[in-house]
Structures are given as structure tokens and as C-alpha cells.
């Protein structure tokens, strides 16, 4: 299967036309998640780089790493080795999952702050 991404051809072998059929959905997904990701980072840097100047350091870095879990979960991109690795469907669930420990965790400082 041959496809297109940023204007660069890349060529991925697929073993039957349903599975040609999901990976090019999962192609059309990822393309359309791309600025919502960028997005989630540029927030991310955000937070963190404001943490910096201001009184409230600690919460500043919780919302600039829920931020990055958030967008773990919703645009859940792996790196080629990791999709080498594990296959398509495994590696978005592994990021989705990453993502949500980022969240959850960052939620267990947020409520162990409050509770100070």
C-alpha cells in the first residue's frame, strides 16, 4: 500500500483490503488531529514556561501536564518505532493509556495539594 502524508510517499505493507481500509482511516483520523495536537502541546510549553513567573508554580505544571495527558488521549500519536513494534491499533491504545495515567496522576497531586 502506497500513501500519501505531508506531501511525502510512504510505501507499508497490509495483508488484506480490510486492514488496507483501517489503516487509511487511521491515516485520515491522524491528519485531521494534527492541529488539535500541536494545539495541546503549544499549551503544554504554555503552562510550563509561565510556571516560571509565577507565585503559583505547582499548579502551573499540573495544567501544563493534564494538558499533555488530554492531549495523549485525544490525538494519541506514536513514534514509527513504537508502531513498528506493536502495530497501529496497539501503539494509539498504548499512548490513550499513557495519556490517561498522565490525567489520573496529575489529578492525585492536584487533590494532594488541595488537601495541605
Known sequence: MQFDFKGKQYETVVCSPEHEQATRKALRHIQR???????GLGVMFGFLLASNFVTATNWFVLAGFFSLGLTMVICPFATPQTVEMLGMRRSLLFVRIAGVVFVVVVLGLALAFLSK
Open 33 to 39: 488531529f494534527i492541529p488539535g495536537y500541536w494545539i
